[in-house]
């Protein structure tokens, strides 16, 4: 079985601040992992993922994660938020094994908001 | 290239009643999947196909059932609809199939039961 459990329900931060969004996983196998955001009313976009390779994934507007094993996590950041980053956040999570027969595991989501 | 296509945006239906959602996906890929999304359980796994086949199954009752079609195109079936089944249904298209396939999303058929 897999879970994902993301820290914080709402994260704050001001234009131009960097951005923290914390994601732990649990997974019974190696597992890939996602960062998907979506905007109001809108469907959800992939930011980036992470599939064994390198284990700083960069992805789309600025974001990155790291990967790290020992700690389960997933941390998504970004150095410099803006305006148009304020969204919904989910962490996903699905693992290798029986070839991703499980379908993605969302997190509750982290909503970000930016103060002018 | 065109996104996955999710019909119809909005729906309201009457308890008992039954409801059918359509997803057409990104041309090339074969891989369907569905997710209810609701504020208090957020996103949960419905079912995904692949060339037809329907390969798993998350946690929800034989009244979600779905279909996909030799065109990838594929469609849910919610029977006897109760006030709880008011959601978000998103469908996302992947070109294969597997833990590493990237999985694209429509902007998804906001169900209202009343």
């Known amino acids: 079985a897999q879970s994902v459990t993301q820290l914080d329900s709402h994260v704050s931060v001001s234009e131009g601040t960097p951005v923290l969004l914390r994601c732990n996983y649990s997974?019974?196998?190696?597992?890939?992992l996602f960062w998907y955001v979506q905007h109001p009313n809108k469907g959800l976009q992939l930011l980036l993922k992470?599939?064994?390779?390198?284990?700083l994934v960069k992805g789309i507007n600025g974001f990155e994660a790291e990967f790290k094993k020992s700690e389960t996590s997933f941390h998504l950041t970004k150095p410099s938020a803006h305006m148009s980053d304020a969204a919904e956040y989910f962490c996903?999570?699905?693992?290798?094994?029986?070839?991703?027969?499980?379908?993605?595991?969302f997190g509750k989501g982290t909503h970000l908001i930016i103060q002018p | 290239k065109a996104g996955v296509t999710q019909t119809p945006r909005y729906l309201i239906k009457t308890r008992g009643q039954q409801v059918t959602l359509s997803c057409s996906p990104i041309?090339?890929?074969?891989?369907v999947s569905w997710y209810q999304q609701t504020p208090g359980q957020g996103l949960q796994f419905l079912f995904e196909?692949?060339?037809?086949?329907?390969?798993n199954k998350g946690n929800f009752p034989g009244r979600f059932s779905g279909r996909q079609f030799s065109n990838s195109r594929s469609e849910m079936n919610v029977s006897t609809l109760e006030l709880g089944d008011s959601a978000l249904y998103l469908c996302?298209?992947?070109?294969?199939?597997?833990?590493?396939?990237?999985?694209?999303f429509g902007q998804g058929t906001r169900l209202t039961v009343v």
């Open positions: 196909y692949f060339s037809e086949t329907q390969r």
């Open positions: 997974s019974s196998y190696s597992p890939s």
């Open positions: 996302a298209s992947s070109f294969s199939h597997g833990a590493i396939a990237e999985a694209f």
């Open positions: 041309s090339g890929h074969r891989s």
């Open positions: 996903v999570v699905r693992p290798k094994a029986r070839g991703g027969a499980d379908g993605l595991t």
């Open positions: 992470y599939t064994s390779a390198a284990t």
